[in-house]
């Protein structure tokens, strides 16, 4: 009788040591997939809030975007908000392709084209000056090229 209770014993063990050896595997492999995404994500997200929080602290570029009326598109920079748009595509790393919008805060602020690739978006509400209240919100679109 003994010897058969030293072969179950045996055999449980080999068991659950592959259990282990099998969990650990598969958590480590879980965890490395998941370590690339996240790295790339949160450092798209620093560049992004970097480059918003520029615009927020600076008083001539929250005028200009104080200013706006209604939504403004990115392609619709260039005449409503031309310093702003200078002051983000300058800091727009190379590996990156950004998009900004201006909307009503109250409203929906999408990005206005679909992209096949992962989207980063981050945004600031910018309130008022000392001479005008008036909110907007300015939204920063970023996906890598």
């Known amino acids: ?13 080999a068991f659950v040591a592959i259990l ?14 998941n370590d690339v995404g996240s790295d790339a994500s949160a450092l798209v997200q620093d560049i992004e809030i970097s480059i918003l929080r520029s615009i927020e602290l600076n008083n001539t570029l929250r005028a200009e975007v104080l200013a706006t009326n209604g ?10 908000a031309p310093g ?9 790393p190379r590996n ?10 109250s409203g929906s602020c999408a990005l206005s084209g679909t992209q096949e690739k992962n989207i ?14 008036k909110p907007r919100l300015l939204k920063l679109f970023c996906w890598e090229k």
Do not use: D, H
């Open 120 to 133: 980063y978006a981050e945004s600031v509400m910018i309130t008022s000056t000392l001479n005008t209240f």
């Open 84 to 92: 702003t748009k200078i002051a983000i595509e300058n800091k727009i």
């Open 96 to 105: 990156l392709n950004c998009e900004a919008k201006i909307c009503n805060p």
């Open 71 to 80: 939504e403004v598109e990115w392609a619709a920079f260039a005449s409503q």
């Open 20 to 33: 282990l050896l099998a969990g650990i595997v598969l958590f480590v492999i879980s965890k490395g997939s």
């Open 1 to 13: 009788m003994k010897k058969n209770k030293r072969g179950w014993i045996k055999i449980a063990e």
